[in-house]
């Protein structure tokens, strides 16, 4: 029986999609379940399985632009069954008729693809009980001869062999296709520094109070929900309460409106081989601290992994990114369209600085937040960042909406 393949639906939006890469070869057996391709669409890189066990035909080539619904491939279900057992390997063959190879040959053997050795000199080193590495090792010096052997190679041998190190020398340019992903998120970053009043502001966080409080309750805090507790929650609730004080920074751009929602999507940017994706934690400012770690850690997983929905990465009202898993000390992030507004977070440093007249080692943090002029005022944008750094230094606050509890006490 013949079974067909088609191009899924990655969401409502899209039309058509890129087949990216077959995961397995034309015309081979594959597996029920078994991954068998990767779909490129212009928000999300996502897999095709396989539905049945059987021979597999491509009706797609690498690299096509194909509608949703198109026949990808085929699978003949009669020709379902183990794939055949691969041939025994000229090697293994080789060890089986000779098991005890002479000492010179299993050293040629080993270092035959780095260094050619002609027929006279193996007659001699055999003769002589030598290997490679002997004869390596034994070279002291460097001569006009020796130079001007590997001057007069041909270019597609052209190498140097000094003191065991293998030195190439290459003007090889590599060239491969942009992914509909790379090239969706190229024109959107550019369409941002476009269209929008983009500005940045800047602000530190002393991250001590944080790292204190993870050192002594990281162990409760892994033996109750099996995860360990990062900062990326913190700032996640963080910009979910600090919204509340500031709901410009929240809001967006409709034509001639301003929409401002009642609530806080916030997208977390997670790098991965196939570009930037943006999964989102929905309703933050209403979710616990262990829930948000643990949401985050799942969305990033499914990124990395190219398991996340279309319905994952659509909508958010503002978004984190984090620089300083990569060594970023300091940056200005991008806008992610139709948002308003992005925070960098970036590496934690100690740095000297003053606290109660005296200087001190804080792990200080610089953080940005990009913003769009158009809607977002300076006293809102710089509000915002203050409140951040007060949340984030005070964490006790994030129980309470950002509110001394003096205040709820005396509800003021």
Known sequence: MIIEIKIPTPGESITEVELGKWLVEDGSIVEKNEEVAEIESDKATLTLVAEESGKISFNVQEGDTVEVGALACTIDTDAAGAPPKKAPSAAVEEKKEAPSAPKAEKAEAKDQPKIKTTAVAKEMMEEHHLSVDDIISGLQRIGKKEVEAVIHQPAAEKQAVVGGTKANFSRDLKRENMTMLRRKLSQRLVAVKNETAMLTTFNEV?????????????????????????????????????????????????????????????????????????????????????????????????????????????????????????????????????????????????????????????????????????????????GFLVKIKELLENPQLLLTDGKAPEELLLQV
């Open 206 to 382: 002393d991250m001590s109070p944080i790292m204190e409080l993870r050192k002594k309750y990281q162990p409760k805090f892994v033996e109750k929900h099996g995860f360990k507790l990062g900062f990326m929650s913190f700032f996640t609730k963080a910009v979910a309460v600090a919204a509340q004080f500031h709901p410009a920074v929240n809001s967006m751009i409709d034509g001639d409106q301003i929409i401002e929602p009642q609530f806080v999507d916030v997208g977390i940017a997670v790098s991965t081989p196939k570009g930037l994706m943006v999964p989102i934690v929905r309703n933050a400012e209403s979710k616990s601290i262990p829930a948000i770690e643990l949401e985050i850690k799942e969305l990033a997983e499914k990124a990395r992994n190219k398991k996340i929905s279309i319905e994952e990465l659509t909508g958010g009202t503002f978004t984190i990114t984090n620089g300083g898993v990569f060594g970023s000390l300091l940056s200005t992030p991008i806008i992610n369209p139709p948002q308003s507004a992005i925070l960098g977070m970036h590496n934690i440093v100690d740095r000297p600085v003053a606290v109660d007249g005296q200087v001190v080692i804080r792990p200080m943090m610089y953080v940005a937040l990009s913003y769009d002029h158009r809607i977002i005022d300076g006293k809102d944008s710089v």
